[in-house]
T-cell receptor
């Protein structure tokens, strides 16, 4: 069975400070993991993905995430927050395949607010 | 701009009315998907299509029908709308043929549907 838990529904940081959005997952298979960002009234945009290559994944806009199998975590970080980072972030776990057993699970989202 | 285009952006229906949500992509992607997004529940797959003329049910298909008209277009139809179908609907596409894509998805900007 697969599941994904975003540990914080809302995170607020000051501009210029680090960002940490936490995601834990469970999967019976070797998972692929993604982070998506959704700005207000927009569709979801892929930030980065892990598909069993390097465990530290770099994405767009300065974000990165580290796959930690022992901790079943895939936390999203950014060294310095910018006002334009304010958005909803979704952690996603998937098992690839053609069959109906293949699933992709979206987390419930973390809203990131940036204080001036 | 290349991407996924959804219409309409907003819609209000009365219970029992029908409507079709349109989606088109111009990236020559193989697979297309319809998701619904509800607060605190992430995104849930309604239907997907791996190629023209093929469709398959997702997690929450009841009350919906789909049609993959050609490689570019994938429509979602509500035959008799119910208040429980109030949601934000996202169309997505992926270059893979898989039910679950490890390449990531390109999402449209969504349709906000309210059923009263």
């Amino acid at each position: 069975a697969q599941s994904v838990t975003q540990l914080d529904s809302h995170v607020s940081v000051s501009e210029g400070t680090p960002v940490l959005l936490r995601c834990n997952y469970s999967s019976s298979y070797s998972p692929s993991l993604f982070w998506y960002v959704q700005h207000p009234n927009k569709g979801l945009q892929l930030l980065l993905k892990y598909t069993s290559a390097a465990t530290l994944v770099k994405g767009i806009n300065g974000f990165e995430a580290e796959f930690k199998k022992s901790e079943t975590s895939f936390h999203l970080t950014k060294p310095s927050a910018h006002m334009s980072d304010a958005a909803e972030y979704f952690c996603v776990v998937s098992s690839r395949g053609y069959s109906s057993a293949s699933k992709i699970i979206f987390g419930s989202g973390t809203r990131l607010s940036i204080r001036p | 701009n290349a991407g996924v285009t959804q219409t309409p952006k907003f819609q209000v229906l009365k219970t029992g009315q029908s409507m079709t949500l349109q989606c088109a992509q111009d990236m020559n992607h193989n697979s297309m998907y319809w998701y619904r997004q509800d607060p605190g529940m992430g995104l849930r797959l309604i239907y997907y299509s791996a190629s023209e003329g093929t469709t398959d049910k997702g997690e929450v298909p009841n009350g919906y029908n789909v049609s993959r008209l050609n490689k570019r277009e994938f429509s979602l139809r509500l035959e008799s709308a119910a208040p429980s179908q109030t949601s934000v609907y996202f169309c997505a596409s992926s270059e893979t043929w898989d039910r679950v894509s490890n390449y990531g998805y390109t999402f449209g900007s969504g349709t906000r549907l309210t059923v009263v």
